[in-house]
């Protein structure tokens, strides 16, 4: 009977990922600190720009967050997330930060008009045709951020592919409106401080969600 190495044991693994999550999740909070600043303003129309603008830097570091746990190790001896999700920030900045506001964009536009229906003269049957637009808006943001995060494409192709998987892997599309829609019941149910907190097991659950996509992605795009 063979002996196993350290550090590849049952108990070795889960604990390399309760590390890998606790240090992702403090590199999270400290990349995406100006984005504190939202949750002290006026839940107001006019500070949703505002609001928006302090949330840029949460793209990147979720880029990298997803990066790190991608590349991450179940060895105990072999455990280097910090260097993972800094290497992941470096790499992916730029590319995370163009599809993160793009989409900022788009949901900060629809949330104005939702805001202030009356004030613009639209119909209140109006925020259904909203929402969903919302929904697809965010649904495809996860797939381009798990692109840009994972592979080395330009943002029209990223742009192109995560429209594109958004119909080709269904599966993945519907796991992530579950997730988004689970972030959305614990900001009602508690705060997005609460939310944030949790950041590193709702990447891992992106990342695990996504397994479909990636592969599609490796196989039909990549050399």
Same mark, same amino acid.
């Given at each position: 009977m063979s002996e196993l190495?350290? /550090?590849? /044991?049952?108990?070795?693994r889960a604990a390399a990922t309760v590390h890998n999550l606790l240090v992702v999740e403090a590199l999270l909070v400290a990349t995406t600190l100006p984005g504190l600043v939202a949750l002290l303003l006026d839940r107001t129309a006019g500070n949703l720009p505002l !609001?928006?603008?302090?949330a840029l830097p949460v793209g990147p570091?979720?880029?990298?967050?997803? +990066?790190?746990?991608?590349?991450?190790s179940s060895d105990l001896t072999e455990l280097r997330p910090a260097a993972a999700f800094l290497r992941g920030y470096r790499l992916n900045a730029r590319g995370a930060?163009?599809?993160?506001?793009?989409?900022l964009g788009w949901i900060t536009v629809l949330a104005v008009n939702l805001a202030n229906l009356g004030a613009a003269g639209l119909p209140r049957w109006w925020v259904v045709p909203s929402l969903l637009v919302g929904a697809a808006?965010?649904?495809?943001m996860l797939n381009a951020l798990v692109?840009?995060?994972?592979?080395?494409?330009?943002? =029209?192709?990223?742009? =192109?592919?995560?429209? +594109?998987? !958004?119909i080709r892997t269904p599966g993945v599309s519907l796991g992530n409106c579950c997730l988004v829609i689970v972030v959305l019941g614990g900001v009602l149910a508690s705060?997005?401080?609460v939310v944030a907190l949790a950041g590193s097991v709702l990447v891992l659950a992106l990342?695990?969600?996504? =397994? =479909?996509?990636?592969?599609?992605?490796?196989k039909e795009f990549t050399r």
């Amino acid at each position: 009977m063979s002996e196993l190495a350290f /550090g590849t /044991g049952v108990l070795s693994r889960a604990a390399a990922t309760v590390h890998n999550l606790l240090v992702v999740e403090a590199l999270l909070v400290a990349t995406t600190l100006p984005g504190l600043v939202a949750l002290l303003l006026d839940r107001t129309a006019g500070n949703l720009p505002l !609001v928006a603008l302090c949330a840029l830097p949460v793209g990147p570091a979720l880029s990298a967050a997803l +990066y790190a746990l991608h590349h991450r190790s179940s060895d105990l001896t072999e455990l280097r997330p910090a260097a993972a999700f800094l290497r992941g920030y470096r790499l992916n900045a730029r590319g995370a930060l163009l599809v993160w506001a793009f989409w900022l964009g788009w949901i900060t536009v629809l949330a104005v008009n939702l805001a202030n229906l009356g004030a613009a003269g639209l119909p209140r049957w109006w925020v259904v045709p909203s929402l969903l637009v919302g929904a697809a808006a965010t649904v495809w943001m996860l797939n381009a951020l798990v692109i840009t995060s994972l592979f080395a494409f330009r943002f =029209r192709d990223v742009a =192109r592919l995560a429209a +594109y998987l !958004v119909i080709r892997t269904p599966g993945v599309s519907l796991g992530n409106c579950c997730l988004v829609i689970v972030v959305l019941g614990g900001v009602l149910a508690s705060s997005e401080a609460v939310v944030a907190l949790a950041g590193s097991v709702l990447v891992l659950a992106l990342l695990h969600n996504s =397994r =479909r996509l990636i592969a599609v992605v490796r196989k039909e795009f990549t050399r």
